[in-house]
């Protein structure tokens, strides 16, 4: 993971490489470079140097390397509002907000323009936590668009015993960021992807313009923004619903041998109403074999259970699946109600006996529990090397297929981390967002998270790229209903592609909000404008 350094750094020693950056940042600037002048009047800082403008042009997924002529780090939205405000003044320079660096394929980057750090915003105090005192309405966290969601819930569980709804599995990443995309895990299928879980934001447009939207303030930059992919405005503040944080978590893990009984079952629960099923729903795919990184062991949950294959049937095949749900419950529940609730909802469904895995944690090392394994890749190297990922969005028309060709055929070995799987409701999610998603009540989300070394000791990363072409490819050729989430093209018309009907909303939205299309140029949607009044 790069994260952005807390403080402004300058090296004395370096001022040819200062000087260097900054003739370049003129030439790109165009004639006088007003736009440095302009920025010399913001309350945070601006840094040309290259160990900034370095860590700047990388990412998680550490396949592209760019070149930024500046970083800046804002004090406030004023400051985010002035940047994009400068370069309006030039023809070609370009801005991306970028928060924890977690973009696989360039998102977040800007070659050759500015990149706005915003992470220094979530350095700032500005988490308030507003509990109400009526039945009827919610409470609130008013959070910077910079601020990790572990922060977030450290502060909101720990200090008022509230959380958010939704969540991702992951979450060193900034709220801006997922909203910008989605923001999915095992609770969307209840909730909604936190795309669906925010009531207000504040936005900087790409005119430059300070606007805070809600459903009924501004309501088409509101929808505009969440799974707007950063096109449309940065995301300085959201509010964010709270409810009552539960105290624990009953974690359990359920294997099947056969796809259609996974997908059967998966799809029963997240089809049940709340008080007949489970607060989380996600599945994966493993390899059928003793691999410690790709089979059994990868199911257990604790040091002390023992993937036992005996049980498995004689039928099973390549790889396996793997249910995962879990259920929230208070220190106040007796445990025998909890057991109850558990084999009442497991009652129906038809994993193979024997292969049941399941421990209580607490709600805060149950949503944090990604944080131990990026610790131990960290150790390894593995979490610095290149991240390949592909994720997808694939309608339940087509899920059985896919499952036939890409985890049976293409990945049947393992890909090094999760191949995750499972369900999701298109009635959770507000079609008035950006985001596109397969058409039907239930789709899957497919991701193909790799940990592998990097090469030699791995595969060369051309290689896994390959492979991810591949599955796409063969989704494009079958006519699957899919959609990349986290989508990176190369060429509009693929974003075209991408949109489908929606496409004619999302071009009319950039030229509402970002004329000049300042805006996430590593999108590759649209080129920059000298003028206003046109788009392309």
């Not at 009047?41 to 840094?47: K, L, R, S």
């Not at 400068?86 to 924890?100: D, E």
């Not at 507000?430 to 985001?435: G, Q, T």
Request: with cysteine.
């Amino acid at each position: 993971m790069i994260a952005f350094i807390e403080h402004s750094f300058h090296h004395e020693n370096d001022a040819e490489s200062r000087q260097n950056d900054a003739v370049e940042a003129g030439e790109q600037g165009g004639e006088g470079a007003e736009w440095k002048e302009a920025l010399k009047e913001i309350q945070g800082t601006v840094d040309y140097d290259s160990i900034f403008t370095g860590l700047a042009g990388k990412d998680f997924g550490g396949m592209n390397r760019t070149k930024p002529v500046a970083v800046i780090r804002p004090a406030g939205s004023s400051d985010v509002a002035t940047v994009i405000k400068s370069v309006q003044t030039t023809p070609f320079l370009r801005v991306a907000a970028r928060g924890n660096g977690h973009s696989i394929n360039g998102q977040a980057m800007s070659d050759k323009g500015l990149v706005i750090d915003m992470r220094a915003m979530g350095d700032h105090p500005s988490l308030n936590v507003v509990v109400s005192s009526s039945y009827n309405s919610l409470s609130y966290a008013d959070v910077s668009g910079g601020a990790l969601w572990e922060e977030v819930l450290k502060r909101c569980v720990l200090g008022y015993g509230l959380a958010p709804r939704s969540w991702t599995d992951y979450l060193a990443l900034t709220v801006g960021g997922t909203l910008s995309n989605a923001g999915v895990s095992g609770q969307a299928f209840r909730y909604g992807p936190q795309t669906s879980n925010v009531t207000e934001l504040e936005v900087v447009t790409g005119r430059g313009e300070t606007v805070i939207c809600s459903e009924s303030v501004y309501p088409e930059l509101f929808f505009a923004v969440l799974g707007g992919l950063g096109q449309f405005g940065v995301i300085t503040r959201a509010r964010i619903p709270l409810q009552k944080a539960p105290d624990m978590v009953r974690w359990i893990r359920l294997v099947y041998s056969e796809f259609d009984e996974f997908t059967r079952d998966a799809e029963f629960i997240v089809s049940q109403s709340k008080e007949n099923s489970f607060d989380y729903v996600e599945g994966f795919v493993f390899v059928n074999s003793d691999d410690p990184i790709n089979g059994w062991p990868s199911v257990t949950l604790d040091s002390d259970q023992w993937f036992n294959p005996v049980f498995l049937p004689p039928s099973s095949g390549s790889v396996l699946y793997c249910l995962e749900v879990a259920l929230h419950f208070h220190h106040h529940q007796h445990p025998s109600f909890i057991d109850s609730e558990i084999e009442r909802m497991i009652g129906r469904l038809r994993f193979i006996e024997g292969l049941r895995f399941e421990v209580d944690v607490s709600y805060m090392d149950f949503l944090l529990r990604v944080k131990k394994a990026e610790k131990q890749a960290t150790a390894s190297g593995i979490w610095e090397a290149p991240h390949p990922w592909l994720n997808l969005f694939v309608s339940k028309r087509d899920i059985v297929d896919f499952d036939r060709t890409v985890f049976k055929k293409i990945l049947k070995g393992g890909i090094g981390g999760p191949m995750l799987v499972y369900p999701l409701l298109r009635s959770r999610w507000d079609s008035r967002n950006s985001v596109v998603i397969p058409e039907g009540e239930i789709f899957y989300l497919v991701a193909l998270l790799r940990f592998t070394p990097p090469y030699p000791s791995g595969p060369p990363v051309a290689d896994l790229v390959a492979e991810n072409r591949e599955i796409v490819g063969h989704c494009t050729k079958k006519g699957y209903d899919f959609k990349l989430y986290l989508p990176h093209y190369q060429t509009q018309e693929e974003w075209k592609q991408h949109f489908g009907s929606q496409w004619p909303r999302f071009f009319e939205r950039k030229a509402m909000f970002d004329p000049m299309a300042i805006l996430a140029p590593g999108q590759q949607i649209f080129p920059r404008t000298h003028k206003t009044s046109q788009l392309l």
